[in-house]
């Protein structure tokens, strides 16, 4: 379901290749956050901690998966590294 932004509801991380338009480019928004905001619609909250994008053929998707790649210790995402250092704690 879109929201009047242009933005889905968030997803739980582990959810994310469910998201209507996953296999397309465009905008993506991480939030980190200790209650669960899934099937909420999208709203710009103090938890957000990256906002990225990728006009790649390969889509979100794609982009998303080296991040979670890049979070779990292997390399690909720059964006991904920075998140790392900052929250360690990550867990899937």
């Given at each position: 379901m879109k929201t009047n932004k242009?933005?889905?509801?968030w997803v739980q991380w582990h959810d994310r290749t469910n998201l209507q338009g996953i296999k397309s480019p465009g905008i993506y928004v991480i939030a980190k956050s200790?209650?669960?905001?899934?099937?909420?619609?999208?709203?710009?909250?103090?938890?957000?901690?990256y906002i990225g994008m990728t006009i790649s053929?390969?889509?979100?998707?794609?982009?998303l998966q080296q991040f979670d790649d890049t979070i779990n210790w292997k390399k690909?995402?720059?964006?991904?590294?920075?998140?790392?250092?900052?929250?360690?704690?990550?867990?899937?």
């Open positions: 242009g933005f889905s509801q200790n209650r669960n905001i899934a099937k909420r619609p999208f709203s710009w909250r103090k938890e957000i901690v053929k390969a889509g979100l998707k794609s982009r690909g995402h720059g964006g991904a590294e920075r998140f790392r250092k900052i929250h360690r704690d990550y867990t899937n």
